[in-house]
DNA sequence: CGCACTCTTGATGGTCATCAAGACGGGTGG
DNA sequence: CCACCCGTCTTGATGACCATCAAGAGTGCG
């Protein structure tokens, strides 16, 4: 059940059978909820996060001319709102873009694990620290990259993140988003995005098309996004 | 020495005399650096933490073009690299903006404080967290504020953080940036930036001169900027 | 005193937003 | 079963916002 999680820890972290067993235990309430669901809506106490086993996640936040900005996807493996532990309620917005499957993970549970393991609690921290990372790089294609290498470079990421659980290659991967989820992503339009996935199908590199990216040339979008990984921490294993 | 940072957990946690004694115990070597001093290299092994006690540093990643992004400013009683106790290295760049004092935490000094007290643990994973917090609501800027709202929407960030340790009231505060290191904070070229100051002050907001922020309207500030604390996490404590 | 940095303003152009309209496909109800 | 509707994609026309290029003034420092 949560295999992709421990896959995702594993990538950077070793986790001996303890640690495996104490995370298992952690495990609350598996759920199922539609595509549009609000999970979480900014400001409400939490006493719980939130793990994802399979579907899309997003953080948002909303400006008041119903302007919005996605911070960051979640993955199958990514806790959706681990920071919440210490926040004890969310500055943004969780919210399903697709059909998913999370399992709730209450703060009590997660408090006695990472008092009994130190360890996790390290690597749980890093967990968030990554997030962290994530945010910085958006915050360099949302400041300083224009469009094309802004989708180029989310792309790159996706392709990353989604081949550390198992869900990507490097001829592309599945990604149910809509172009207009896109845009909410990278600070521009559907219809700028519209124009610049168009621009990136006839250089060649890649094509999203009936909910796939699929890549032409990974070298070359990696080059027009400037994309180095070094920001996902994945130390040296291949993946 | 390091009041300012006791000050800012305190603004939001309590901290009891023990845990007073085993954050002073953590601090390392005392240094000052002069402005413009790299103090770390994206990628290069950390062994310590910087804390910042007077001064004015910033994390930064630049494109293959010479653009920088800035994606955060650190104010006294911020660490700077907290995040570097788990991550062993970083996917940015740190820099003095201006003459610095910092102190040096060696991790393993931390290492042994958050194991010995488990809420510091859980009080400096809280205070990352709040850094990524400043991430997202920077991206809202980037991605979907215009530049009248970024600048705005700085100004307030900052003199939130800087009224925390008694570096700010309502009327305004020092801040050592020229216009071009706003512009790299938000995206946008030092010539904009001045366009930018000239429209706040002729609405008169707020007159960024001398290396100070004068705030002639805090509320219509907030209101251009739609600036809402919240993402800092004040708590229920009174500036 | 000269040099470097910063600030300021003008002129022009590029990137992306906005507005609009049509095509396409999947789902739903009559 | 087909008409209809809604969400999504696509493309064109126009304009706003911000970048770029350029030049001059002010300031601090060696």
Redesign the interface.
Known sequence: MIENHLARLRFRHRIDADEETAIRGMMGERRRIAAGTTLVR??EPLTRSTMLLSGLLC?Y?D??GG???I?ELQVPGDFADL?S???KRL??GILALTACEIVEVPHERLRAV??AF?RL???Y??S??????I??????S????KAAARVAALFCELQVRLAIVGLADDTGYALWLSQYDLAEC??LTSVHINRTLRELREAGLVTFRDRRVQIHDLQGLRRVA?FDP??L?LGQQPL
């Open positions: 900014a400001g953080r936040r400006l008041r302007e919005r900005q911070s920071h532990y210490t926040l500055d943004h990472v008092r130190p609690a390290d690597i921290w890093f968030t620290n990554l997030d962290a990372a945010h910085r790089e958006w915050m360099v949302l400041g300083r990259r990278m600070g400037e070094a920001y921490y």
